[in-house]
Nanobody, 122 residues
Framework: VQLQASGGGLVQAGGSLRLSCAAS????????MGWFRQAPGKEREFVSR????????LYADAVKGRFTISRDNAKNTVYLQMNSLKPEDTAVYYC????????????????WGQGTLVTVSS
């Protein structure tokens, strides 16, 4: 599956952004979808994932209560609603897709989008 992320930009601390990730193909609902991010000079880190039909979600502690992941299988799209943004949320955000039901690390995701930059100013 090919992934195209969008929605990044510059926002002030406390603001909100919604990222979208459009997937190609007819098998979108076969994939667990996830978001990772990579800040300058830091390693890529997990942000969130959502199960194939949106029943189960998982969040990193750093974003829990502020970010919400969702998906629309009819539109082949996964979203990441980001509220109460902090400067430390500044990063390139990547959407990703996994065939396995419970991917336990980045290496278990099969496809990656190109990333979208989120910059949060203080």
């Amino acid at each position: 599956v090919q992934l195209q992320a969008s929605g990044g930009g510059l926002v002030q601390a406390g603001g909100s952004l919604r990222l979208s990730c459009a997937a190609s193909g007819r098998t979108f609902s076969s994939y667990v979808m996830g978001w990772f991010r990579q800040a300058p000079g830091k390693e890529r880190e997990f942000v969130s994932r959502i199960s194939k039909y949106g029943v189960n979600t998982l969040y990193a502690d750093a974003v829990k209560g502020r970010f919400t992941i969702s998906r629309d299988n009819a539109k082949n799209t996964v979203y990441l609603q980001m509220n109460s943004l902090k400067p430390e949320d500044t990063a390139v955000y990547y959407c990703t897709a996994a065939r396995t039901a419970i991917p336990r690390g980045a290496n278990e995701y099969d496809s990656w989008g190109q990333g979208t930059l989120v910059t949060v100013s203080s």
